[in-house]
């Protein structure tokens, strides 16, 4: 059971290339969501999916686009990568809406120079 | 302006003691809270969560408080060992009211466990 798997583990990237962040979990849950971690600030919420084909913006969305085409597939892209955008990017999971707890993948670490 | 906080970045005890790490939160309709542990270079796993109906959760070694008029949680480890060496991150949802059910974080306190 690999339950929330991210691809790639590790990325750099020039300033103004484009790149894609898979997430894919096999727990079929319906909600699904894109967090990026910097030193201090805890993780912050980019993009979430309340379900397939459906996507909504969180805290820190600007500079990110993602799509939910499959139920078990959660896509972040990067259009025009900025040095700002450097962090590690998690992906997470959560079953149903309400008090249940949300599981994450192993992290992508991205350097934009 | 964070919704969930925690103050203190680092914390040292000693093998066997008690470890208290504290976590404030400003929104009331969080009814939701859960502690998460985060290892160098992976991602976060879940350790204990609390609702807002209770004022206490226990699980083994972990026991989780909550203090809802003065919108405050801790999570205490006894005993406290190497292992438990890691950041925690305290994270808060509104349940059934927020549409996307996301986790608000804090920002981590990073426990070191010295033997």
Partial sequence: ?113 | DQQVKQNSPSLSVQEGRISILNCDYTNSMFDYFLWYKKYPAEGPTFLISISSIKDKNEDGRFTVFLNKSAKHLSLHIVPSQPGDSAVYFCAASAGLTNAGNMLTFGGGTRLMVKP
């Fill in chain 1, 1 to 113: 059971n690999a339950g929330v798997t991210q691809t790639p583990k590790f990325r750099v990237l020039k300033t103004g290339q484009s790149m894609t962040l898979l997430c894919a979990q096999d727990m079929n849950h319906e909600y699904m969501y894109w967090y990026r971690q910097d030193p201090g600030m805890g993780l912050r919420l980019i993009h979430y999916s309340v379900g397939e084909g459906t996507t909504a913006k969180g805290e820190v969305p600007d500079g990110y686009n993602v799509s939910r085409l499959k139920k078990q597939n959660f896509l972040l892209g990067l259009e025009s990568a900025a040095p700002s955008q450097t962090s590690v990017y998690f992906c997470a999971s959560r079953l149903i809406r309400g008090y249940t707890e949300a599981f994450f993948g192993q992290g992508t670490r991205l350097t934009v120079v």
